[in-house]
């Protein structure tokens, strides 16, 4: 369909006001809100994703892309939750307590939106006990934590050891990524995965909610 083609293009380009345009017109139009989500704006993050790990897109590229995708979506939650379309899981995410830092973890939460996930933002300097209320008041799949200072990667560990003693822990996988972050790391600490950028993120965050 040539107009959700231009629609995934658009995005792929960062052409916000050419994305919700586009999204208007195919709601317009009668496109199913499903139709639109799918093979316009997760499809065009997708390639986004793709094209970051080849070296072809950097961070801005995929931050203005980004933007016009989240723009096409305020547009299209309505008619979502209209046809009662489900995400495909839900994340709380955060930067741990004592890290102001949130470019990165903003860039990871609007990829797994941009994925099909549901985003609970706990914004950054998130304490402990935070993470294990929202994860009991919103009974996510995912609990992505992000640190950007060494110092302040402890935070994860204790983090993982409040779930634990909350009872949560089982409920939830949890990724952690970061600047100073590693896989070992991550499998020091009793987290499930590690993920180094945003693009990869997404893709292992959604192989973890279907199993796969």
């Known amino acids: 369909m040539a107009l959700l083609d231009d629609l995934r ?13 586009l999204v ?3 709601l317009s139009e009668g496109t199913p809100a499903e139709k639109i989500l799918n093979d316009g704006l997760i499809s065009a993050m997708a390639e986004v994703g793709r094209l970051f790990e080849a070296g072809e897109y950097f961070v801005p590229e995929m931050l203005v892309a980004a933007r016009a ?48 996930f549901e985003i609970v933002d ?32 402890p935070k994860m560990k204790t ?14 996988k949890v990724m952690i990524g970061g600047a100073p ?14 993920a180094p950028d945003a693009s990869s993120a997404a893709t292992r965050a959604k192989a973890a909610v279907q199993g796969r």
């Open 9 to 21: 293009q658009g995005v792929i380009d960062g052409n916000a006001p050419g994305t919700t345009s």
């Open 24 to 26: 208007k017109q195919a």
């Open 69 to 116: 995708m989240k723009g096409g979506l305020e547009l299209l939650r309505p008619a979502l939750a209209a046809a009662n379309v489900q995400a495909i899981g839900k994340v709380v995410i955060g930067t741990v307590q004592g890290d102001l830092h949130d470019i990165g973890k903003n860039l990871v939460a609007i990829m797994l939106e941009g994925a099909g």
């Open 122 to 153: 706990l914004g950054s300097d998130v304490s402990p006990q935070k993470f294990v209320d929202a994860v009991a008041a919103h009974k996510p799949q995912l609990v992505g934590m992000s640190a950007l200072l060494t110092t302040t990667m």
């Open 159 to 172: 983090t993982l050891e409040a779930l634990n003693a909350a009872g949560v822990r089982g409920n939830v």
């Open 181 to 194: 972050v590693t896989e070992k790391y991550a499998m020091d600490i009793g987290a499930d995965f590690y």
